[in-house]
């Protein structure tokens, strides 16, 4: 089934009803909005203008229920949780059978023991870095983003310790408020796909339209198939001890980042050449010098976590 830590959908303003003003800020216009961060992000905007209801929220609506992410299963206890608010009344049956997805986080977890060596390996193996770009942040999130200028076709994924980011301090009143135990989320590695428009949405979930329903239902895929189309296929190369001795000089001198050696190539090799062969070599070496990732099977690990979800 699949799972999402955000939603954003728009709907019928007349599904919003008892509102307390005290609780929105109103514009010029006499636009509604409402906005929290903590204990969990929540933002409700009626435009009466248009007319229309916007409403994004994140897992954590779920309060206990978090592990469970949003899904099909969980997404009436998403609203009754707002709806205990007390800040307005959700017409939950017309929301989710009459709502339009804007945008969402298609996110899993999975077990993995060694995250950062699994980043290490998809920063070295990217299939190409004209299409991906890899970055690892300074606070240990790990990106890779599609390369494109057309908007409707960027992509980006995240991956992260889970249980190192619940465990940071911004997040100790959600816990405490809900119980969330520390091993909830023990050995988990969290990978999550943004989609922010209509599109995307649409190309990644395989769905003809962005209802909710039909968002939620989805059978795709989207993390594994991304994920495919970033990693460059394993291979095995034979080298003799000349070319091993030359693999290493190149590596050294590209400060052992794949990008440097790539862009390295690209200035040596004439345009057409086919710049993943010429690049497996310098992968595997890399790969083999990595206590890591020496696996021959490490893309296979990878796709199996996200095939099996």
């Known amino acids: 089934m699949i799972t999402f830590d955000k939603l954003k959908i728009s709907s019928r303003i007349e599904y919003v009803t008892n509102i307390n003003l005290n609780e929105f800020e109103k514009d010029k216009k006499g636009n509604l909005m409402y906005k929290q961060k903590v204990p969990y992000l929540l933002t409700i905007k009626i435009n ?13 609506v779920l309060g206990k229920q978090y592990p469970q992410l949003i899904s099909l299963d969980t997404i009436r206890q998403c609203f009754e949780n707002i709806n205990a608010l007390g800040i307005c009344t959700l017409d939950i049956d017309n929301l989710i059978n009459d709502s339009v997805v804007c945008s969402c986080d298609v996110t899993t977890d999975v077990e993995c ?9 998809i920063r070295n193996n990217i299939s190409s870095y004209r299409l991906y770009t890899p970055r690892q942040h300074r606070n240990g999130n790990f990106t890779v983003a599609k390369n494109v ?14 249980e190192a980011e619940m465990n940071l301090a911004k997040h100790r009143s959600f816990k405490n408020m809900y119980g969330i135990d520390g091993n909830d989320f023990k050995g ?12 995307q949405i649409r190309d990644s979930l395989q769905i003809s339209d962005t209802n909710l329903m039909s968002v939620l239902q989805s059978s795709a895929n989207p993390i594994s198939v991304f994920m495919d189309k970033v990693l460059a296929k ?20 590209c400060h052992y980042d ?3 050696v790539e862009a390295k190539m690209r200035c040596l090799y004439s345009r ?33 976590m996200l095939v099996s979800i």
């Open 48 to 60: 009466y203008t248009m007319p229309e209801v916007f409403i994004e929220f994140t897992g954590k």
């Open 188 to 199: 988990k590695c969290r990978f999550e796909l943004s989609l922010d428009n209509l599109v």
């Open 149 to 162: 200028t057309d908007k409707t076709a960027m992509k980006k994924l995240t991956i992260y310790d889970k």
């Open 272 to 304: 057409g050449n086919n710049m993943s062969k010429i690049l497996a070599p310098y992968r595997k070496a890399l790969n083999e010098n990595d206590s890591a990732t020496n696996e021959n099977n490490m893309r296979n690990k990878i796709m199996g």
């Open 258 to 260: 794949i990008e440097e």
């Open 234 to 253: 394993d291979c095995t190369i034979v080298t003799t001890s000349i070319k091993d001795y030359m693999i290493k000089l190149v590596l050294e001198d």
């Open 113 to 121: 023991d060694d995250i950062k060596g699994m980043c290490s390996y």
